[in-house]
């Protein structure tokens, strides 16, 4: 393994599922420097010149290769902008897997905005998985402000898995998601807030071609006095199918706000959405309670069921 | 064993109080498979509660395998040996019929042990055992599933609360085929059916009649099954007297 201490080492277990260096390429941030970086054949990462990040190049045809850029922080009071940009080519089919772990037990707020643009070219095929999380005693907020940009040339396809569970204190993400004909994306986000945690999720994703689809699902759970925001917008302006949907359990004080959002520019566009908050069902915990959990057991199974 | 005594259960209704249940005693003896049958609001599915915790009695005392039970919660029942099927199985978003096994089990059971369950309830076990206990199910699955869970707890008294509502014909069949095998292997547990279903009433070994809250007849099959089965026919005559004379027919014409 690289050089990194065992916090490092578990924020990078967390976020990438990574316990030793990964297969395929990589880069991994930490403290804002690149401490390991490896190209292979088909996917080439060279730096920025004129912002912090990244171009990562995957060749026309790269099949069942991955890359992951996970992003450890453990530096109190870092704040940082990163710039990642990929430009998938044609009939690919690739896992990219990012994530930012931040670890904060000074009382100066640390900060990671990671703004990452995807072009994804004709029929190439592309899973993005992206978890953040947050650990640490410190005074200092655990701040994530991940933007993404998503731009699908016809026939594409991307499934984004968003998971932010534990640990993070403010987070605002933005995605932005342009598909052309025949383009299909698929979000599926997982969110967990505790204590005075903020997490707000927008998304502005635009069918502009014949026969595109989108699927956003968002299934979340507020606890203590966190406040959620989920704000998904899905415009159709050709034939094509939306469906957005918000599926949240509040606990505690906890609040959600969610603002679905349609909007049908073409007479064939198909739009759907489908939000419901509730806490969780008294005869769900019941019939687990007479399963032989405590209350306390139950409500975490069913969270946890909730969550997967 | 278990043993109610005195119970009675009451909720606020309307400004009074409207007793569910009035004391009732009776007892359910190890080894043996009752069946507490009677009239829809008789009280029976409240009965089944107070067994499970559900519902604390507002009066009397529970005891199972010798101890007062009354003041335990729903897990502490549950985890001295009561198991419970719901009439009306919850669904859960994301939990697995795996799952929902394995914590009735109360061990990681492997997936093939946890098909064995779902194989006695008649589910093809492969289909099903990776399915959320979600919106997909239909009815008929999911009260198969709920059972499954009581059969893969093990439990020294299995409460079914009307099993058979909601299964189709087919299905209710390989219920009967689930319960008379639960029957048989009967050792020192015992299992408790609130049933309309005359085919439970005929593998019971004792029959409890629930009218308006309160134990109306009580004993073994062979004494009350007969009873039960006269007085359904006296009912249904004399609905059908009523009918007659209300529509003017004749006696003898078909009502």
């Given at each position: ?164 569970i534990k640990g993070v204190d403010d987070t605002e993400r933005t995605t932005v998601a342009e598909l052309a004909a025949g383009a299909r994306l698929v979000v599926r986000e997982r969110l ?39 704000d998904a917008k899905i415009a159709g302006n050709a034939p094509c199918q939306g469906h957005t949907e918000c599926d949240s359990i509040i606990m505690d004080q906890g609040r959600i706000l ?8 073409h007479v064939d566009a198909a739009l759907v959405h489908e939000a419901a908050i509730g806490k969780i069902a008294g005869e769900q915990l019941i019939k687990l309670m007479t399963l032989g ?16 | ?255």
């Amino acid at each position: 393994m690289l050089k990194m201490d065992e916090i490092q080492k578990r924020l990078l277990r967390e976020i990438a599922d990574l316990h030793e260096v990964p297969e395929g390429a990589y880069n991994i941030r930490s403290n804002s420097q690149s401490i390991g970086r490896r190209s292979s054949a088909n996917i080439e990462i060279v730096s920025k010149t004129d912002v912090s990040g990244m171009d990562i190049h995957i060749k026309p045809g790269t099949k069942r290769e991955s890359v992951h850029i996970p992003v450890v922080l453990t530096q109190s009071g870092l704040k940082e902008v990163v710039y990642n940009d990929f430009h998938i080519g044609e009939d690919c089919d690739v896992v990219i897997v990012a994530g930012c772990g931040i670890d904060n037990c000074g009382n100066q707020d640390s900060q990671h905005d990671g703004i990452h643009r995807f072009w994804v070219g004709k029929n190439s095929k592309v899973k993005y998985v992206e978890k953040h999380y947050g650990s640490g005693e410190g005074k200092g907020k655990r701040i994530l402000n991940p933007g993404t940009e998503v731009y699908m040339d016809e026939g594409s396809s991307m499934e984004m898995e968003m998971v932010q569970i534990k640990g993070v204190d403010d987070t605002e993400r933005t995605t932005v998601a342009e598909l052309a004909a025949g383009a299909r994306l698929v979000v599926r986000e997982r969110l967990m807030t505790h204590e005075d945690q903020r997490a707000i999720s927008t998304y502005s994703v635009n069918l502009n071609g014949a026969g595109a689809t989108a699927d956003i699902v968002s299934r979340s759970v507020a606890r203590d006095r966190s406040f959620q925001k989920f704000d998904a917008k899905i415009a159709g302006n050709a034939p094509c199918q939306g469906h957005t949907e918000c599926d949240s359990i509040i606990m505690d004080q906890g609040r959600i706000l969610a603002v679905p959002g349609l909007e049908a520019n073409h007479v064939d566009a198909a739009l759907v959405h489908e939000a419901a908050i509730g806490k969780i069902a008294g005869e769900q915990l019941i019939k687990l309670m007479t399963l032989g959990l405590t209350e306390a057991e139950a409500e975490e199974q069913i969270i946890n069921g909730f969550l997967q | 064993m278990l043993e109610l005594k005195n119970i009675s259960f009451q909720v606020p209704a309307g400004g009074a109080d409207r007793e569910i249940v009035r004391n009732v005693s009776l007892t359910i003896p190890d080894r043996k498979l009752v069946v507490v049958t009677g009239p829809n609001g008789g009280g029976k599915s409240t009965l089944a509660k107070l067994i499970a915790g559900i519902e604390k009695p507002t009066e009397g005392r529970v005891f199972f395998q010798g101890e007062d039970i009354t003041d335990l919660s729903i897990t502490d029942r549950a985890r001295r040996g009561i198991a419970f099927a719901f009439q009306q199985p919850v669904r859960f978003k994301g939990i697995r019929v795996l799952d929902l096994i394995r914590i009735a089990a109360g061990t990681s059971l492997s997936a093939a042990d946890a098909c064995v369950y779902l194989s006695a309830v008649g589910l093809c076990a492969r289909d099903y055992v990776d399915r959320e206990v979600n919106a997909s199910l239909s009815g008929g699955e999911l009260k198969r599933i709920e059972i499954a869970t009581v059969l893969a707890r093990k439990a020294g008294l299995s409460v079914f609360d009307e099993p058979e509502a909601g299964i189709d014909l087919w299905s209710f069949r390989n219920l009967i085929e689930v319960f008379e095998r639960m029957r048989e292997e009967i050792r020192d547990s015992s299992i408790l059916i609130i049933s309309h279903q005359e085919r439970i009433l005929n593998i019971a070994d004792e029959i409890i009649v629930l009218k308006d809250g309160a134990v109306q007849k009580q004993g073994s099959r062979e004494e009350v099954y007969p009873e039960l089965i006269g007085d359904a026919v006296s009912g249904t005559m004399r609905e059908c007297e009523g009918r007659t004379r209300a529509l003017g027919m004749e006696a003898g014409d078909r009502c």
